[in-house]
């Protein structure tokens, strides 16, 4: 049979019609569909690249806006900030933030929590500081739960840390100082290339591969895309 392409394949994997009925969740056993983003939030926080995406018209890079977020924020006197422990270190982050009240306050809201995710994949982490504004902490309290809205992160950071009988923790504090301190710990990475290795390495511009044999490179290149 000939490859199926564009409507014609979305049609056939839908059962014949063109486009699915309501919204697509494919994470569903992770938990309800994320409830959608306000429009003081969108205002602030989806912004489309200069050069749209072919596949995904709609996409919008969060660091597109964060940018713009931070902007719209540079006169914020309230911040946010949070603490992710873990066995052996600390990740902080602050944010500046829209008070109570203000028509961008759930963008404040929406990117807390997506940097607090972030930092749980970058990272890791067993147990979650807030302080700052309470309507955001309280909010990012039932975020970070297993009903809430970070349900998956909640439910595998415990395993990932090494603590699968030990649930996520949140808590509020009223003072940043009382926060824990940012703390890294450098880790050694093995420089044993024993047995049969094969490495690749998908870049923006070209593929690296390198095969390695008892320590010895048997073969190294980069390939360019050619799209």
């Known amino acids: 049979l000939p490859p199926l392409r564009g409507r014609r394949a979305l049609s056939r994997l839908l059962g014949g019609r063109s486009k699915p009925a309501g ?56 911040y946010f900030e949070w603490a992710l422990v873990r066995s052996d270190g600390v990740g902080r982050g602050i944010l500046p933030v829209f008070p109570e009240g203000h028509q961008c306050a759930d963008a404040s809201v929406h990117l807390a929590g997506v940097l607090i995710q972030g930092m749980l994949w970058q990272r890791s982490g067993y147990r979650l500081d807030l302080c700052g504004p309470m309507y955001i902490c309280n909010e990012l309290l039932k975020a970070f739960s297993v009903q809430g809205k970070f349900r998956f992160e909640v439910l595998t950071m415990p395993k990932v840390c090494g603590t699968p009988d030990k649930p996520f923790e949140v808590f509020i504090v009223a003072n940043s ?25 998908l870049g923006k511009s070209d593929i690296k591969t390198v095969a390695v044999m008892d320590n010895e490179v048997l073969s190294s290149k980069e390939t360019e895309w050619d799209v």
């Open 23 to 78: 919204r697509l969740h494919v994470g569903a056993q992770h938990g309800p569909p994320d409830p959608p983003m306000s429009d003081g939030a969108k205002k602030v926080l989806l912004v489309k690249p200069k050069i749209e995406a072919p596949l995904d018209p709609d996409f919008a890079p969060v660091i597109l806006g964060k940018k713009k977020y931070y902007a719209a924020a540079s006169k914020c006197k309230d």
């Open 177 to 201: 100082k009382d926060l824990p301190l940012c703390k890294d710990t450098p880790q050694v990475c093995g420089n044993d290339a024993n047995g049969c290795r094969l490495a690749f390495d």
